[in-house]
């Protein structure tokens, strides 16, 4: 059984920056596709950024390109999520997901197989 566990929140101000770490266990994490996604109060989760197993290739969501980088250590089976330019509107539970049934890319909730508790990030102004 894989297992995901975030950690990096935390109380900031805006423009500041976090960065986020998901450890895996369990599992093959080399093989996994890696997403973060996010949930704001009273707002649907949302996807946030992706990236493949090599670590090349990655996507982000439209309101953190620029702002965000996504990343991963294989040998330490942790991905990370470097958030910079934080603003009020970052604010949420952040989650980390694994794809185990495919390595492919993918922005939907429905296509990861594995969810970490979260992490909350709120961003004061």
């Known amino acids: 059984q894989v297992q995901l566990a975030e950690s990096g929140g935390g109380l900031v101000q805006a423009g500041d920056s976090l960065r986020l770490s998901c450890v895996a266990s369990?599992?093959?994490?080399?093989?996994?596709?890696m997403g973060w996604f996010r949930q704001a109060p009273g707002k649907e989760r949302e996807f946030v950024s992706g990236i493949a197993w090599t670590g090349v290739s990655k996507i982000y969501a439209d309101s953190v390109q620029g702002r965000f980088t996504i990343s991963r250590g294989n040998a330490k089976n942790t991905a990370y999520m470097q958030m910079s330019s934080l603003k009020p509107g970052d604010t949420a539970v952040y989650y980390c997901?694994?794809?185990?049934?495919?390595?492919?890319?993918?922005?939907?909730?429905?296509?990861?197989?594995?969810w970490g508790q979260g992490t909350q990030v709120t961003v004061s102004s």
């Open positions: 369990g599992g093959s994490f080399t093989r996994y596709y």
């Open positions: 997901a694994a794809r185990g049934s495919s390595s492919s890319t993918s922005y939907k909730q429905e296509d990861y197989d594995y």
